[in-house]
């Protein structure tokens, strides 16, 4: 608003200096006066709004609350979104802490290359001690030594002394001083993250505020052992940078408190409960406390993203009869054409062959003989055994089904044999081929899958399918003139579509 002009203000002041000499006007003059005088802004501001109003309005009015302090800050009813002040959490505010051993750097390094971005992902592997420069380092992190850990004591009769130095790795990635990061992810050196969707979940929660995600394990019995409310390091989790910076100021201390526990993950858990900070739980984080055939969790993974598989030394590989590392790569390529739909399972049913289809996208593909409902075909399989060598369902964290001795309801399995894209039509194209030959002893009087040799399934990628709500996608089976082919469509439901016949 602008002041009057001094040749406005001279007049009325020399009036004024006059008549307090002279008195020559009456009180209700004076009063009349001071009125007139007190009432032209309103006039002035009535004007200017009645004139605006004749304005085309270009742009959404943002209505402003009259505040009567001047000490009060006046503010928009409409206040920005995060999405609207800043950019959007991506791999570049991610800085990743990967726990690791001398001892082993050398063969689990591989697993590392498999996800690892050189000049794109951020953060260092921790080692004991240094160890020989190599050919391939400058595909690797960074690596780092951890600091001295002989001041703190270490009093469980199993674990080793690398629990505290592995502990401490956010701690000593915080004191790096890293620009623009917001988070800071844990991980082994046989951990393999899902990159671009782990980006998709931190994106979703403040970095600002204080942050503990991750999931505990998939044995119910190391988690009674340990805590189902840890986030258990195999698996990874990540810390706010808000959270980190609250740990690195007490972590010390709390390590001091704390000698008899066993694991670097107990520890940060120890430290999160004196910060009081609960464990936030993603389904996704995959610590993998189990031996045997991965395959029942993957062909039935929970609506959730993939973040990561752990222990992929102690497991059978990802794809049957390959390398293990070789089978984590074959993972990768579906996962660069459509990192969010990557094993998300969709179930459907051949109706004139009564035929049960699992779709595992980018993994597998299962026909079972019959009509088989949703319910039961999104539980996983036992093809595993718990940690402890248990196999019934008592022993997992999540509901698990036996595997059928009737050869009649064994599936029929294809894995991924490979994958691309095309541009053109905007869709993915995968194939699967049959791992082995079935038991043929079935008597049912059911059309015999054993005839489908390859599966072809078509899918458009859905980057945004996490910021959804939760919902399976649908899967339909399409009429081909290929034999011994199976030809599968898979994408978001239609309106009244269902996993149902």
Known sequence: MSSPSKDQENPLRD?????????????????????????????????????SSDTPNHEPVIRIHRQHSRNKVLVPTHVPSSDDTEDKTSLKHVVFGIGASSSTWEHRRNYIRTWWRPNVTRGHVWLDKPVKNSSIDHLLPPIKVSGDTSKFQYKNPIGTRDAIRISRIVSES??????????????????????????????KYDHNEYYYIGYPSESHLQNLAFYYGMGFGGGGFAISYALAKALEKIQDECLHRNPSLYGSDERIFACMMELG?????????????????????????????????HHLDLIEPVFPKMDRVKAVKRLMVPMKLDSAGLIQQSICYDKTRSWTVSVSW????????????????????????????????????????????????????????????????????SEYIRHQESNSDCDWKIADPSRIKRIEVYKKPDPHLWDKPPRRNCCRILPTKKKGTMVVDVGVCREGEIAGL
């Open 15 to 51: 009036h004024m200096v006059k008549n307090s000499h002279t008195n020559s006007w009456s009180l209700p003059k004076t009063m009349i006066c001071f009125i007139v005088l007190v009432s032209l802004p309103y006039v002035f501001y009535s004007l200017i709004l009645l004139y």
């Open 174 to 203: 915080f004191r790096l001083g890293l620009n623009d990061v917001r988070w800071f992810v844990m991980g082994d050196d046989d951990t393999v993250f899902f990159l671009d969707n782990l980006a998709r979940v931190l994106s």
């Open 277 to 309: 900070v609960p464990l936030t739980k993603h389904p996704g984080f995959h610590q993998l406390d189990i031996y045997g055939d991965l395959s029942g969790i993957l062909m039935a993974h929970p609506v959730a993203p993939l973040l990561s598989l």
């Open 362 to 429: 980018g993994y597998a593909v299962q026909i079972y003989r019959g009509i088989i409902a949703a319910k039961e075909m999104s539980v996983p399989a036992r093809t595993f055994i718990d940690w402890n060598f248990g196999d019934e369902d008592v022993y997992f964290s999540f509901n698990t089904r036996p595997i059928s001795t009737n050869p009649c309801q064994k599936p029929f399995v294809y894995y991924l044999s490979n994958a691309l894209f095309n541009l053109n039509l905007n869709r993915t194209a």
